[in-house]
């Protein structure tokens, strides 16, 4: 039986949805922007995505439909956390061999101390530790009739033998206890359960988007205990989807949108924040920021987020628009921006003054502008009023 099992249904959705679309790998590998090495082991199961974006362009290129990348995104995030699971795995079998060369080196190095004690050499670095142990002071007679003493500057060959064994005894023998005593520790950790909801056996080790349990109301409670304006509800839609990957953006996790072990971890443990602006501060920031076009730049912005910092909006290539002005990832990277700041309302607010200013105009929101213009054209001018 295959171990990877979340990996091999992802593949087998891919697969399917390849066939239906009669691409061929160089062709479907084209539209969606990857190789197609990478495409052809994303599909054989060999790996999995770094980033749902792949996933989602490889569907689109075949011409999925909504349901379907909704099923496509539920059987990543599971591939996904099925991959962290196995690192550990691969960790602990490097870790091995590592401890295995360890004691190999450990054993020649007693075969060396071994040999030297069998042929002592007379040095002047062996003759300092004698010195020193002759230095100790005598717990018996200072002398014994009949026993000849040593010349001076060195034992014989079976006391010094008999020493050096002494101190390797003892060092071993401390060496050994120190590590009884560790293994012995009782870890209360170790056989109890973890208590908190999300790490419980009610939850699986996935929460994503189109749930709707008890598991996700403890997402949606957690991110309100952090500031998120979220509603407390259950359900996993678009609004927990934003929020989620807002807090993993802030929490410094990768931003995917999905509640795997290190988001659960982050989001009881973690000192990450989501208070932010509320929208009368920011219609009044924008105003001043944008004074030559006051009252269509909090139009642009009403439009584009509906005055939210944190809004976050995918796109269907797999990109993903940023915070007040819904920032492009394209002209985030041109502004010298990252996700983070972009969710800081200040900036968000100054990149898209500076996205205004090279044409002092709001082409870079064409749907919005367009939605603009009409409603200025359907305001009656006062030429017109008066005839």
């Known amino acids: 039986m295959n171990q990877y099992m979340e990996a091999e249904r992802l593949a087998a959705q891919l697969r399917a949805l390849k066939r239906r679309s009669g691409l061929s790998y160089d062709a479907l590998a084209q539209r969606a922007g990857i190789?197609?090495?990478?495409?052809?082991?994303?599909?054989?199961?060999?790996?999995?995505?770094?980033?749902?974006?792949?996933?989602?362009?490889?569907?689109?290129?075949?011409?999925?439909?909504?349901?379907?990348?909704?099923?496509?995104?539920?059987?990543?995030?599971?591939a996904d956390a099925e991959r962290e699971r196995r690192v550990p795995q691969e960790d602990t079998a490097q870790s091995d061999v590592v401890d295995k060369q360890t004691e190999a080196g450990q054993a020649e190095a007693v075969t060396v101390e071994e040999a030297a004690s069998a042929h002592p050499v007379s040095t002047a670095a062996e003759q300092e530790p004698v010195a020193a142990i002759r230095e100790l002071p005598a717990q018996g007679p200072a002398s014994v009739p009949g026993l000849q003493e040593p010349s001076p500057g060195r034992l014989p060959a079976n006391r010094r033998t008999l020493a050096l064994t002494a101190a390797a005894a003892v060092t071993v023998l401390g060496t050994v206890g120190w590590a009884v005593s560790l293994a012995s520790t009782p870890d209360d950790r170790a056989d109890k359960p973890d208590p908190r909801t999300l790490f419980s056996s009610v939850c699986s080790p996935v929460v994503s988007m189109g749930q709707h349990d008890e598991c996700v109301r403890e997402v949606q409670t957690l991110l309100e205990r952090r500031g998120a304006v979220i509603g407390v509800d259950g359900d996993f839609g678009p609004q927990t989807l934003r929020r989620v990957t807002a807090f993993q953006v802030i929490a410094g996790l990768p931003p995917n949108g999905v509640v795997t072990a290190d988001t659960k971890k982050a989001l009881y443990d973690s000192k990450a924040r989501m208070d932010t602006w509320a929208p009368e501060k920011v219609r009044q920031r924008i105003r001043v920021v944008f004074d030559e076009a006051p009252d269509d730049a909090v139009a642009i912005a009403d439009c584009q987020s509906f005055l939210d910092p944190l809004h976050i909006l995918p796109n269907t290539n797999g990109s993903r628009n940023w915070g007040l002005f819904q920032i492009?990832?394209?002209r985030l990277r041109?502004?010298?921006?990252?996700?983070?700041?972009?969710?800081?309302?200040e900036w968000n607010i100054q990149a898209a003054k500076r996205l205004w200013a090279r044409d002092h105009d709001f082409h870079d929101w064409p749907h919005c502008e367009r939605a603009l213009r009409t409603k200025a054209s359907a305001v009656p001018t006062s030429a017109s009023v008066s005839n």
Request: aromatic share 6%.
């Open 35 to 78: 190789s197609r090495s990478s495409l052809h082991r994303y599909c054989a199961a060999s790996s999995v995505p770094q980033d749902y974006g792949a996933v989602h362009r490889i569907a689109t290129a075949c011409g999925a439909a909504s349901a379907e990348l909704r099923e496509l995104h539920r059987l990543w995030a599971l």
């Open 328 to 330: 492009s990832d394209t």
């Open 334 to 345: 041109e502004l010298g921006g990252t996700p983070l700041k972009a969710l800081d309302p």
